[in-house]
């Protein structure tokens, strides 16, 4: 009897592993067809003089309002018309605050218009740090193959990509099709008013977008384990943001005499609580997709949990919440920032409270992941305070025209790129242009490697020349594939 139960369960066993292994080789990449396209050839070495010089403007957005340098963004904006005389005759600009609209009239005005945009203020340098760079952060250097200073990457690259390959379009007699718009906002990296201005002006003009492309991530290689391939994570949503206040609730009195529990020690429980119960999360909808193609390009191992996410779905979820990006992608994040509590060293507080970050995964809302909280830690004695945020954007189309064009243009440009499904974990302003488009795509066509990342916001940011020069060649096939389907 127990002969033939072992037997049966070794039979059953072995039909898992068989089946478990058959999905595994099923799980690869179809061979991919490498599409030959004209190869597009553009002044590189003064496209990156251009992307240095335009380092040179310290177009710096505080957050303090009184220190806007408006001469440093006028500047910007007049050399801009020198250096793509036409650029700016070939278009229509308006110009909202210090943001630029421009229009690309295209011969079928049946079409719906598709937009292109990029910001062209950036974040300040830390006060002090400037001797960390190995090229100071405005003088817009060019060495070891690498164009330096705080822009080259977020997001001056992508503005003077887009001018630089509209301009080779138009020296080259091309004639969009489909109406395209360019927006480079002025003030992303404090809100986006500027964004927000264009978006309401084309509203009013009735404008609703095919599809609009603005930065994101960024082509790489080796962020992914055991992916050799490049891997342009199309960004198609991108995650909200919102603070919660915490505040815990105690007789105060002297500390010469406290009672057992403190405002502070309850704080403190309803800290330790929230950490040990996160938002739910797990591969699904979009961060499948994306972990479903890209896993066809790893190893053995890999591949064979991946094919089998029926049998290895817990596994998988808690290896991927363990490291902080891949959980940030796949549920919304939860991060106690700022404490308060007595104001004075032997005083009780009365009142003890945190506030605590949230980043919206889509999937949820200011509402629900309120209502988490308080089913959490909400007491007598515990009060969950509501102070507002921006609730996650809309999933865009990954099986659409946009998606599709900037995964074949990178294709054109780089040969074989694995393009999939992102979610953008920061905020941009293609939240405003999002509200008057079918679909929106978060993505800079420039490829990067993990060690560029501290450059983002940080010391030493700088972009490779091929990287650069390869993204403006795919700007060029986006555009005019964009605007003549
Ligand atoms: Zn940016």
């Known amino acids: 009897m127990l002969k033939k139960f072992l037997l049966s369960l070794f039979v059953i066993l072995l039909a898992l592993l068989l089946i478990a292994l058959i999905r595994t080789f099923m799980h690869t990449a179809a061979e991919s067809e490498f599409i030959e396209g004209e190869v597009v050839s553009i002044d590189e070495s003064k496209a990156s003089e251009n992307l240095a010089a335009s380092i040179r403007f310290k177009t710096i957005s505080y957050q303090d309002n009184e220190q806007f340098p408006k001469q440093e963004f006028d ?48 974040v300040p340098v830390i006060p002090g740090t400037e001797d960390l760079w190995e090229e100071m952060p405005f003088a817009g250097t060019i060495s070891n193959n690498r164009i330096w200073g705080r822009g080259s990457l977020d997001d001056k690259s992508g503005v003077i990509g887009l001018m630089e390959a509209a301009t080779h379009l138009i020296n080259n007699n091309f004639q969009p099709k489909r109406t395209v718009f360019f927006g480079f906002g002025h003030d992303e990296e404090i809100g986006g008013g500027g964004a927000a201005l264009i978006t309401e002006k084309l509203k009013n003009d009735g404008v609703q977008l095919h599809w609009s492309l603005g930065e994101g991530s960024f082509v790489n290689r080796g962020f992914f384990p055991g992916v050799n391939k490049l891997v342009a994570p199309i960004n198609v949503a991108e995650k909200g943001i919102m603070n919660l206040m915490i505040v815990a609730k105690a007789k105060g009195g002297h500390s010469s005499t406290p009672s057992k529990r403190t405002a502070v020690t309850i704080l ?18 979009l961060s499948a997709a994306m972990f479903d193609e890209v896993s066809k390009h790893m190893p053995f191992g890999y591949r064979f949990l991946f094919a089998n996410r029926w ?55 200011i509402k629900s992941v309120t209502e988490h909280v308080r089913r959490i830690v909400g007491s007598d004695e515990v009060e969950v305070r509501s102070l507002g945020g921006m609730e996650a954007s809309g999933i865009s189309s990954w099986n659409s025209p946009g998606f599709n064009i900037v995964a074949s243009s990178l294709d054109k440009i780089y040969g074989d790129v694995v393009s999939v499904p992102g979610l953008m974990i920061a905020a941009s302003d293609t939240r405003h242009y999002s509200k008057i488009a079918d679909n929106s795509f978060r993505f800079n066509p420039f490829s990067i490697v993990p060690e560029d990342m501290t450059g983002f916001h940080g010391t030493n940011e700088s972009i490779d020349v091929d990287s650069f020069v390869a993204g403006v060649k795919t700007y060029v096939e986006i555009i005019a594939e964009g605007s003549s389907n």
């Open 268 to 285: 403190a429980e309803a800290l330790v609580k929230l950490e040990k119960e996160p938002l739910p999360g797990s591969l699904e909808g």
């Open 75 to 122: 500047n910007f904006i007049k050399w801009a018309s020198i250096t793509y005389p036409e650029f700016h005759q070939a278009m229509k600009l308006e110009q909202l605050e210090h943001s630029l609209l421009f229009k690309w009239e295209g011969s079928d005005s049946t079409l719906a218009p598709i937009l292109f945009e990029g910001h062209y203020d950036v």
């Open 311 to 365: 049998l290895f779905g817990g596994m998988i979820d808690s290896q991927m919440s363990s490291t902080p990006v891949i959980n940030a992608m796949i549920r919304t994040t939860t991060a106690p920032t700022m404490l308060s509590g007595s104001i004075k060293s032997n005083v009780l507080p009365i009142e003890a409270s945190a506030l605590i970050n949230f980043r919206l995964h889509p999937r949820d809302s």
